[in-house]
């Protein structure tokens, strides 16, 4: 298995991540996140897997000196669209996460590393990279595909025959995920080398939620109530996607 790049699904990939509920809880929490732990100054940023650069452009408008790097060129475009439209500048580099080391000369202050790792074919070979790419006592932003949370939907669905397979791969050519992550393995490859410091749910209830109650469910009243339960003890752990804020060891 190789990974996974969006070289032909930029278009789908904005509508599907981006548009609607899903997409502005996700930006949402990262933020709220983000301008939590972050200090008042400017920071250098390298956004990997930097998609349409929705995180970077945030970033980059709060006065962050922000690197976008992706290796999809339609996705790299569409961000650089973005950032002109905005009169945001920033710098854009076309390249997988392997060839960065190659190319930047100096770590940054702030790595963000958002629903990258469920698509590589080895998810922890990018992690010794990642603290590389990391200035020491800097930060990294690490978001991922939540497999419990992928396991609890299709048990809520009655999916007993996929369970008993443990097949939570997606299809080739879709959106869904090919390896969602298992966060205790996670954390365990973590070690030595970051210390996680804040972990949140994102989407914590959203996509639990009927349809009917999704449709008639006001966006102000979704976002005030997944930032609130973000990290609740016993709702985190149920994120569609988990976010980690961590530190290098």
Sequence with gaps: MSDRH??????????KIYGGAKGAIRLAVLQADLAEALPDRPLRVLDIGAGLGHMSLWLAERGHQVTLAEPAEPMLEGARQRFAEAGQTATFIQAPWQ???GQLTEPYDLVLCHAVLEWLAEPHAILPVLHQLTVPGGWLSLAFYNRDALIYRNLLKGHFRKMRKNDMA?????LTPQQPLDPRELAA???GLWQVETQSGVRVFHDYMPVEFQARAELLDLLEMELAHRRHPSF????????????PV
């Design 6 to 15: 969006f070289d032909q699904l930029a278009t789908r990939f904005a509508e």
């Design 99 to 101: 060839d960065l080391l």
């Design 170 to 174: 997606g299809e080739k050519q879709s």
């Design 189 to 191: 490859q973590l070690e």
């Design 236 to 247: 985190a752990g149920l994120g569609r996607y988990l976010h980690w804020i961590c530190r």
